[in-house]
């Protein structure tokens, strides 16, 4: 069963801030990475897409990817408190089947 | 408008009277799944199907069936439902890069 690990938060981070959030998965053979971002009571909506070691930006988020560490970050700059949510990090674990963490939930206060 | 359509939104009933949540997709995936998600247990997938007439077991199958006789619907069906069902329901489409893209959700209550 493949695992993904998230600190389940609060994250809390003054509006402005760079918000940092983490995750960890347990296959070696990963190869593609998801964060999705969920308000409570809606339903995830995919934010950032990884599928190599490095970094890719998009606007103010930023996806970094350490494969031999078996990492996963997302940074969200100048935090805004519209970004208060929770995160979900997602790696594959079957044919388009993903497996999620618990998701990280990130305050941003005005 | 690529979407992913649930219905109903809300539903309250009882033990043991059958229902059926509707998810339809107009993207044309061939993939597509089922979750609930619970306080503290995350997402969990329930059944997912990788075409017509192709359907297999999540991680939290029991209680639950699915029917996928045409490539946009993929009806949920609870034959009996427990109060332990009661969850926010989501289904979900994938593309061939495996990005999911998810529908509104459907909360069920079973008294």
């Known amino acids: 069963q493949k695992e993904v690990e998230q600190n389940s938060g609060p994250l809390s981070v003054p509006e402005g801030a760079i918000a940092s959030l983490n995750c960890t998965y347990s296959?070696?053979?990963?190869?593609?990475f998801f964060w999705y971002r969920q308000y409570s009571g809606k339903s995830p909506e995919l934010i950032m897409s990884?599928?190599?070691?490095g970094d890719k930006e998009d606007g103010r988020f930023t996806a970094q990817l350490n494969k031999a560490s078996q990492y996963v970050s997302l940074l969200i700059r100048d935090s805004q408190p519209s970004d208060s949510a929770t995160y979900l990090c997602?790696?594959?674990?079957?044919?388009?089947?993903?497996?999620f963490g618990k998701g990280t939930m990130l305050l941003v206060s005005p | 408008e690529a979407q992913v359509t649930q219905n109903p939104r809300y539903l309250i009933t009882v033990t043991g009277k059958k229902l059926t949540v509707t998810c339809s997709q107009n993207?044309?995936?061939?993939?597509m799944s089922w979750y609930r998600q619970d306080p503290g247990l995350g997402l969990r997938q329930i059944y997912y199907?990788?075409?017509?007439?192709?359907?297999d077991k999540g991680d939290v199958p029991e209680g639950y069936k699915v029917s996928r006789k045409e490539k946009r619907n993929f009806p949920l069906i609870l034959e009996s439902p427990s109060p332990n069902q009661t969850s926010l329901y989501f289904c979900?489409?994938?593309?061939?890069?495996?990005?999911?893209?998810f529908g509104p959700g459907t909360r069920l209550t079973v008294l």
């Open positions: 993207m044309n995936h061939e993939y």
């Open positions: 296959d070696r053979g990963s190869q593609s």
């Open positions: 199907s990788m075409n017509v007439e192709v359907t």
């Open positions: 990884i599928y190599s070691n």
């Open positions: 997602a790696v594959p674990s079957g044919y388009s089947t993903l497996t």
């Open positions: 979900a489409t994938s593309d061939d890069r495996g990005e999911q893209y």
